[in-house]
């Protein structure tokens, strides 16, 4: 698969890439594109079907998934969420004959029904409805398609090659013997105030959060005493925090974030509890 490379990291590829020693050429008779051919503001440099498998598996992708590649090259990656985890794929494709090989790859592939390749800017197109997106991309261009990706839905699964995404920690790496990449869920955002009604309790617990990426910190007060949340993350929109109570019991909560609502379980030493809440006021 060709994928994206700055052309500033040419030099330093061709240094400490033996594959990009010479050139290997892909394609059909229509058009053969090259490792380390110049593209825009990037060249083009495959990723090893070993971590191509890996970042899909590691996406969970299915059949019900729609995959989004940005900088799709030849297909490889759609082809393949297409024809190994039966997914519908999109590849965005800046090149105009590239985007037309990773067509013709997808018809050869007999995915033409799952596969669509769109000859476009991967900053102008819309894929919000993707419930996947896969990348190669540098730091810099991963930064500026960062606040597009974090508007996605949450539970959105994004997977990068070789290149993450600075203080966004991956909630996942990827390691394979050819090359490595991350995993990241889009999380929902829960910072806030909260006000929650939990059975056998007779007032409501009144819960404050701040949020950096899928890490949540903040505190509850319960009857009358301010409890720290420990280990609070998201997973999507799937909420888990515990806090500690003055007698040394643990409560874990475990809960879902949908339109404003707060819903799960709170795991005391005995029976889990019913909580249901709704967000106050949304941080700013």
Not at 148 to 169: N, Q
Request: glycine share 8%; charged share 20%; with cysteine.
């Amino acid at each position: 698969m060709l994928r994206h490379l700055g052309l500033c990291a040419l030099s330093s590829l061709f240094l400490l890439t033996p594959l990009a020693a010479k050139s290997v050429e892909y394609g059909d008779s229509e058009f053969s594109p090259s490792v380390g051919q110049a593209g825009k503001d990037v060249i083009w440099v495959p990723t090893p079907d070993q971590l191509v498998t890996a970042m899909l598996n590691a996406a969970n992708v299915t059949s019900k998934d729609l995959v989004y590649d940005l900088g799709a090259g030849d297909g490889k990656i759609a082809i393949a969420a297409a024809r190994q985890f039966g997914a519908t794929a999109v590849g965005i494709e800046y090149d105009e004959k590239m985007a037309a090989l990773a067509t013709r790859n997808a018809a050869r592939a007999a995915v033409q029904n799952k596969v669509t390749i769109i000859r476009g800017d991967i900053f102008k197109e819309d894929f919000s409805k993707a419930s996947v997106v896969t990348l190669y991309l540098l730091p810099d261009l991963n930064l500026r398609l960062r606040p597009i990706i974090l508007k996605m839905k949450p539970g959105t699964r994004v997977v990068s090659h070789a290149f993450d995404m600075a203080e966004w920690e991956p909630d996942q790496r990827i390691e394979t013997e050819s090359a490595n990449g991350y995993m990241w869920i889009v999380p929902a955002s829960v910072a806030g105030s909260w006000t929650l009604e939990v059975a056998g309790f007779s007032q409501p617990i009144e819960l404050q959060l701040s949020q950096s990426f899928q890490i949540v910190n903040g505190s509850m007060m319960l009857d009358g005493k301010k409890l720290m949340i420990d280990t609070g993350r998201m997973r999507g929109d799937q909420l888990r925090f515990s806090v500690k109570r003055p007698s040394g019991q643990v409560l874990s909560f475990e809960g879902r974030i949908a339109g404003g609502k707060l819903s799960g379980r709170m795991q005391p030493m005995s029976d889990p509890l019913n909580v249901s809440g709704k967000l106050v006021k949304a941080a700013r």
